[in-house]
């Protein structure tokens, strides 16, 4: 049995109709709006006639298929609708309850008090010819110099990167790697420029990774999710911060027909596995990259970006990086409207706010200054409360 959280914006009845809910059903339930909306899967006849009773005695709800009640069909899924204070009660109360209720008591629980995290915004450097946008492309003292004014333009972290992980893009070895980035990396070090802002090595080599935080670097920022143990060593050996960006596949095939039965948990999964193996090196501090455009399809990202909120239950910050991705083309080609990287500002902003909006608090972007602007009025609008 599994469960994982749904934005509270979405289409109720829809998914109700989904899941072959009866008609009266579904029309008393979707008038009620609820703060959480969990999807459970496999839950068996007995746990849903059970969690359905629990629900109903405390005002929350439980959507199940036609014929449950009479365990029609021995396994299968469910919609939960609770507020705070019915998601405490059942977290506790369902313990005590048998077919594996326990199990979901305690998936519940992590929900019950969701962090939240000040809002940090990552500008993109990066020190190669092969970006797939343009526009992040700097190397030497240029790349300083873009350093110095995403700065001044509000950046709380910045990224460097030596290579490309666009679709389609092969990786170019260590000694290629450390070529472009160490110039950049020597003079924010001379410079002490990483007294200004937090700098992130966006890197899966362990070397390059060494080089970039014995010289004041704070995060590394690795595609591959920890996927090397000596990377791995050399993050805890640093007590650096590690962001852990899930991937399907490699970025050379990884968008050549990418399928999920169910990205939410495979995503959540991965993070699990990732997660215990940094703690057991050692990392304290995580940041999760749900890595939109690697190895995923429109609805894949989209649902990942909607849906957001769920993986805050792991407790740690979580990153959007979505910026002028082709994700944004595939959704304006639907309206007869081509885009090229340097035409997905507007996109950006929209995919980067509605994502800040569903948990996100570190963005990284290429566009700092515009990011600033409109994610402070964002955040100022949506914390007014008069």
């Known amino acids: 049995m599994r469960i994982y959280k749904l934005n509270d914006n979405i289409n109720l009845a829809r998914l109700m109709q989904k899941l072959n809910v009866d008609k009266p059903g579904i029309e008393i339930m979707k008038k009620k709006h609820s703060k959480f909306i969990f999807y459970i899967k496999d839950i068996t006849c007995g746990a849903a006639n059970i969690l359905k009773q629990d629900a109903l005695s405390i005002g929350a709800e439980l959507a199940v298929p036609i014929g449950v009640p009479n365990c029609k069909n021995k396994i299968f899924d469910a919609i939960l609708l609770c507020n705070q204070k019915q998601l405490e009660i059942l977290a506790k109360k369902e313990l005590a309850q048998p077919f594996k209720l326990k199990e979901l008591a305690k998936q519940l629980k992590e929900f019950v008090n969701l962090p939240r995290f000040p809002l940090k915004i990552m500008g993109v450097i990066n020190a190669n010819d092969d970006s797939f946008?343009?526009?992040?492309?700097?190397?030497?003292?240029?790349?300083?110099?873009?350093?110095?004014?995403?700065?001044?333009?509000?950046?709380?972290?910045?990224?460097?990167?030596?290579?490309?992980?666009?679709?389609?893009?092969?990786?170019?070895?260590?000694?290629?790697?450390?070529?472009?980035?160490?110039?950049?990396?020597?003079?924010?070090?001379?410079?002490?420029?990483?007294?200004?802002?937090?700098?992130?090595?966006?890197?899966?080599?362990?070397?390059?990774?060494?080089?970039?935080?014995?010289?004041?670097?704070?995060?590394?920022?690795?595609?591959?999710?920890?996927?090397?143990?000596?990377?791995?060593?050399?993050?805890?050996?640093?007590?650096?911060?590690?962001?852990?960006?899930?991937?399907?596949?490699?970025?050379?095939?990884?968008?050549?027909?990418?399928?999920?039965?169910?990205?939410?948990?495979?995503?959540?999964?991965?993070?699990?596995?990732?997660?215990?193996?940094?703690?057991?090196?050692?990392?304290?501090?995580?940041?999760?990259?749900?890595?939109?455009?690697?190895?995923?399809?429109?609805?894949?990202?989209?649902?990942l970006i909607k849906h957001m909120e769920h993986f805050l239950h792991f407790g740690y910050e979580l990153l959007i990086g979505a910026s002028r991705k082709s994700m944004i083309d595939m959704i304006m080609r639907k309206k007869g409207i081509e885009t090229t990287p340097n035409k997905r500002l507007a996109g950006t902003l929209a995919i980067h706010q509605e994502a800040v909006r569903n948990g996100a608090s570190v963005v990284r972007c290429h566009d700092v200054a515009e990011h600033f602007q409109a994610l402070n009025v964002f955040e100022e609008i949506r914390k007014f409360d008069v």
């Not at 050996?237 to 039965?261: C, L, R, T």
Request: hydrophobic share 40%; no cysteine.
């Open 133 to 303: 946008f343009e526009g992040s492309r700097f190397q030497g003292v240029e790349a300083v110099k873009a350093v110095e004014q995403m700065i001044n333009d509000g950046a709380d972290i910045i990224d460097i990167g030596g290579v490309s992980s666009r679709p389609g893009s092969e990786y170019v070895g260590r000694v290629e790697e450390l070529r472009r980035v160490k110039p950049i990396i020597d003079e924010i070090y001379r410079q002490k420029l990483y007294e200004k802002a937090v700098f992130s090595i966006d890197t899966f080599d362990e070397v390059v990774l060494e080089y970039a935080l014995d010289r004041g670097f704070k995060i590394a920022n690795d595609i591959t999710g920890l996927e090397s143990d000596e990377y791995a060593k050399v993050a805890a050996k640093y007590n650096a911060a590690v962001i852990i960006m899930h991937k399907k596949g490699n970025p050379k095939d990884m968008q050549k027909n990418p399928f999920y039965e169910n990205v939410i948990l495979e995503v959540d999964d991965f993070f699990k596995e990732r997660i215990e193996k940094a703690k057991n090196f050692g990392i304290k501090e995580i940041i999760l990259d749900v890595g939109i455009g690697f190895g995923k399809r429109l609805e894949d990202n989209i649902a």
